[in-house]
């Protein structure tokens, strides 16, 4: 009830359709599991509609999530069958296009492909990664890279690496299918972004995130281990896991298609999350953004239980810009990311070196 009337204030005019909108964007909220996370048409989260701030703003609260869906010119399905085509291609094409940890001929550090290590004894994380970034062309190197942070701030221009097999046809729509799907991906986390600021009268957040210098998008294939490693199973609730429970850091658009095991920690439960399907994405706030906004939503934490098959999905992380202060939050509060760092590039050099350790 107070729901509606807020809205009917929201909506003015539009009142007459409020029962449609609220059964569309909040289907059950007194529905067990997750029937009641808020679903919220791209065109009006990309159009800065404010009626869906306060649908958002109370499913991240309460669960630390909401769905993107109906969105238009997207098919989840050409994706997958582009993921799955790549990752199926020989070893040596695939190397050709690995980071340089794993190729030294390669220049990049992040973009491009990451094999996974299927050794249960040195690794627990067994997937294998392709990275994609908002960059072409490499910027201009400087003459003074004399610090470890200006070096970083040059890394992190370094440009996106495609597939050149035989089949042109192939590697065209590969390229095509993707650049595409990280400008939705990064249109969804930018509108967000600005959702928030409404929802939480914080006008200067948006300008934290005008650049996006290493927003990421992860190709992600998760095959199945013919090992159990120990380590994997959950100090929670001893549940064999795929993913490793965590929160993530900045901003998540992600893809889990058809494929099953993603959990949420809801209610000091993990429970699973209905997957994005043909046409939806999943939203959630990381850690070091949720301080920035002085923890007004739930940075939830989450993992993927074991399964027994091949796993895809695709992960987009938005973070701030290079220089955007992270020490303080919108209200002039010291962050946690703060005892540390004052800008979000000097945060991302040590994350990405703790990542590459670790993964990598």
Known sequence: ???????LLVL??????LPTLVEKLWSDESAEGFAGVARVPFKDLLSGNVYVDPFILQSMKKFGFFYVVDVPEYNATVELDYLKRFFELPADQKDDLAIRKHNPANKNAYRGFCPGVD???STLQFKDVFNIGPHETRAVRPDNLDTPLEKMRYEVTEPNVWPETDDC???AGFKKTFQAG?????NI?????????????????????KEDEFSAMGLRRYLQRTEINSNMYSDYDNVLLRELEHVDSTVTVLSTFNNGGLQMLH???????PVTGDNAFIVNIGKLVDDIIDNHLTNVRHRVAEVDFTRYSITYFLGPQFDAPIDKSMTNQPTEAGRKYNIFGEW????LGAIELFYY
């Open 182 to 186: 990280f400008e939705i991906r990064r």
């Open 119 to 121: 050794d249960v004894d």
């Open 348 to 351: 991302i050099r040590d994350y």
């Open 1 to 7: 009830m107070l729901r509606s009337v807020a809205l």
């Open 267 to 273: 209610n000091n439960k993990y429970q699973e999350a």
């Open 189 to 209: 986390g930018r509108a967000f972004i600005q959702s928030v600021a409404r929802a939480l009268n914080m006008p200067g957040l948006p300008e934290l995130f």
């Open 12 to 17: 003015g005019g539009a009142s007459a359709f």
């Open 169 to 171: 046809a192939f590697d």
